[in-house]
C-alpha cells in the first residue's frame, strides 16, 4: 500500500480528523510506546488528517474527552480512536489495579447514547469487539454511530497500529454513510485481509 493510492479519491472528500484517547500502555512512561507519532504521519501526509489527542489514565478523563468528542464544535473529527488496553467488552487504562480502569461497553454506550450520528468508534485494543453481534449491534443503534470497529483478540501493539493506520487512511476515501464504510471495508479488507484475518479486526455497520 502506498499513500498515492488514497490521493486521488481523498481529493474530492471531505478530511475526517481523528480524535485520539491513549492510555499509558506500560508502567514505564518514559518507555511507553504512543500512537500519536502515527497520527503524526497522518497529518504531515498528502492525506493531511487532523487529529487531537489526549492522554486518559481515569474514568473522568475518558468520560470528559468523550463528551468533548461528541459536541458539534467537533464534527470535523468524527473518528474516535480509543487506544486503549482491553478485554472481552471492555477498555482498560491508567491503574489496571483499581476498578475504575475497566469501563464496559454498556457503559460507553449509555455515556455516548444518541451523541455519535455519522462518526465511527475505532478500538484500538485488545479483545473489546469479542462480543456477540446482537450487542454489537446495539452499541451501534444506541449511540448512533455509523461504525464501530476493533479487534476480537489479543492483538500485537505494532500491526495493529499499521492496520489502524490504514482503516484511517480508507476512511478518507468514501463519503461518511453506510455505503461509503461498506466501500471501506471491502478496500481494507481487499488490500490487508490476511492482517485482517489474523488480527480479527472487525467493522461493523449500521444496517449490517
Not at 121 to 133: D, N, P, Y
Not at 180 to 195: D, I, Q, S
Request: a positive charge; hydrophobic letters at 40%.
Amino acid at each position: 500500500m502506498l499513500l498515492r493510492d488514497y490521493t486521488l479519491a481523498h481529493a474530492h472528500t471531505k478530511v475526517r480528523g481523528i480524535f485520539c484517547l491513549e492510555t499509558d500502555w506500560s508502567t514505564q512512561v518514559r518507555k511507553s510506546p504512543s500512537v500519536e507519532p502515527m497520527l503524526e504521519l497522518l497529518k504531515s501526509s498528502p492525506l493531511a488528517i487532523p487529529f487531537i489527542h489526549r492522554n486518559v489514565v481515569t474514568l473522568d478523563a475518558l468520560e470528559y474527552y468523550t463528551k468533548k468528542w461528541a459536541q458539534r464544535s467537533h464534527s470535523h473529527y468524527p473518528i474516535l480512536y480509543l487506544a486503549f488496553h482491553g478485554i472481552e467488552g471492555e477498555v482498560q487504562f491508567g491503574d489496571l489495579r483499581r476498578r475504575e480502569a475497566r469501563v464496559s461497553l454498556d457503559h460507553l454506550e449509555e455515556s455516548l447514547r444518541g451523541k455519535c450520528a455519522g462518526r465511527v468508534i475505532h478500538f484500538g485494543s485488545c479483545q473489546t469487539l469479542g462480543v456477540s453481534q446482537r450487542r454489537l449491534h446495539r452499541f451501534i443503534e444506541e449511540t448512533g454511530a455509523l461504525a464501530v470497529s476493533g479487534y476480537e483478540k489479543d492483538i500485537d501493539w505494532v500491526r495493529s497500529a499499521a492496520l489502524d493506520f490504514s482503516l484511517f487512511a480508507s476512511i478518507q476515501q468514501n463519503t461518511m454513510t453506510v455505503s461509503g464504510m461498506r466501500a471501506v471495508r471491502r478496500r481494507v479488507l481487499l488490500r490487508h485481509g490476511r492482517e485482517v484475518r489474523s488480527l480479527k479486526l472487525r467493522i461493523a455497520l449500521r444496517c449490517d
